[in-house]
């Protein structure tokens, strides 16, 4: 148990859909269909994440989840979908829209209504932006969730910064709530094609797509048009941003951008946009030198990729690392998520 004078929260923790249990949120129409056999009701990874795998992680109900919070000393936990962000790799758009708001009535009905250590983000069906909107709405308007999530992938493969995703933006920052731009699937993201193995894929399956997303979102002027949107980049680490603040200034001051009010590593340095990190990361006391220490979110990441014991090491290795100052520890595991989550 760790003891601090100030609430752990888990800035990114992970519900795992049951499809037969998410299936009941469904419309009446897709739940009594006679003759229709049992589909996925999420599109599964082209390399099969998490299927021929070995079976490590727990499919964790609001009990477990809330005995792991007391278990680890968090007071709090932030939770995003596991094979709900494949929501982004529905093509058929009605279905997409459905699903979203099944997931959404499922996660709150639940978890959020469970205890209120059980914060939810929005899943939002990403090639509808009319119902995402109406969507987000419900959701932090009626339902009480702390923000939303956009899959970083999808098909066909969009990037966050075109203006057709304004009006999520907009009505996020009305909501003052905030978007999450989350790593997942593979999808058709074609930087995998030529690589053979899943662990080549593995290591880059989260940090290009939201690579790609934040330079987007700069290039667009998405920041500009809406100062006061929160962003989180998240699953990915932060060792990539200090590479992409340099990378993008290079270029853009090489081919031009008259149209932007700041630098492009000025927008990552906002106060308003935050990552994530890994307990080992090498490069975080970099990080937390170039970008401050108010931008970053601790994630547990529960109960992704490994058995439940093995998630308990990762606080007390944190405060044991000696490069990271206690100020800066309160700031990571308390003050930052809640100023990003307004919770």
């Not at 998410?22 to 419309?27: K, N, R």
């Not at 330079?215 to 990915?236: C, H, K, W």
């Not at 992409?244 to 630098?263: I, N, S, T, W």
Request: a negative charge.
């Amino acid at each position: 148990m760790i003891n601090v004078d100030y609430p752990i929260i888990d800035g990114d923790g992970h519900v795992v859909e049951p499809d037969k249990e998410m299936a009941e949120y469904l419309p009446e129409r897709f739940r009594r269909m006679p003759g229709n056999r049992e589909y996925s009701l999420f599109p599964q990874d082209a390399w099969a994440f998490g299927v021929v795998d070995p079976h490590k992680q727990d499919v964790p109900d609001a009990a477990m989840w809330l005995s792991f919070l007391d278990e680890a000393g968090i007071s709090a936990t932030v939770l995003y979908p596991s094979n709900a962000a494949a929501v982004g790799m529905v093509r058929r758009v009605e279905w997409s829209v459905d699903l979203a708001r099944a997931y959404n009535d499922w996660l709150h009905d639940k978890f959020m209504r469970q205890s209120e250590r059980l914060l939810g983000v929005a899943l939002l069906p990403v090639h509808d932006v009319g119902a995402c909107v109406t969507e987000l709405r419900r959701c932090v308007g009626e339902l009480g969730f702390v923000g939303a999530i956009l899959p970083s992938i999808s098909s066909p493969l969009m990037a966050y910064g075109n203006p057709e995703f304004d009006p999520i933006y907009a009505t996020a920052a009305e909501l003052d709530t905030m978007i999450a731009v989350h790593g997942g699937f593979v999808g058709a993201h074609n930087f995998a094609d030529p690589l053979r193995t899943y662990r080549e894929v593995r290591a880059l399956k989260h940090v290009i797509p939201l690579m790609s997303h934040a330079t987007s979102m700069i290039s667009q002027g998405v920041f500009d048009r809406y100062p006061n949107l929160r962003v989180a980049y998240l699953e990915a680490g932060c060792g990539w941003v200090p590479y992409l603040m340099d990378v993008l200034d290079e270029q853009f001051e090489r081919k031009g951008a008259g149209d932007l009010k700041r630098k492009p590593s000025e927008y990552l340095m906002d106060p308003n946009v935050y990552f994530s990190f890994e307990i080992e990361e090498r490069t975080l006391p970099f990080f937390i030198q170039l970008l401050g220490d108010e931008k970053l979110v601790w994630p547990s990441d529960y109960p992704h990729e490994r058995v439940r014991a093995e998630f308990f090491s990762d606080l007390p290795e944190f405060f044991a690392r000696e490069d990271v100052s206690a100020d800066s520890k309160r700031r990571i595991l308390s003050e930052n998520p809640k100023r990003l989550y307004r919770i």
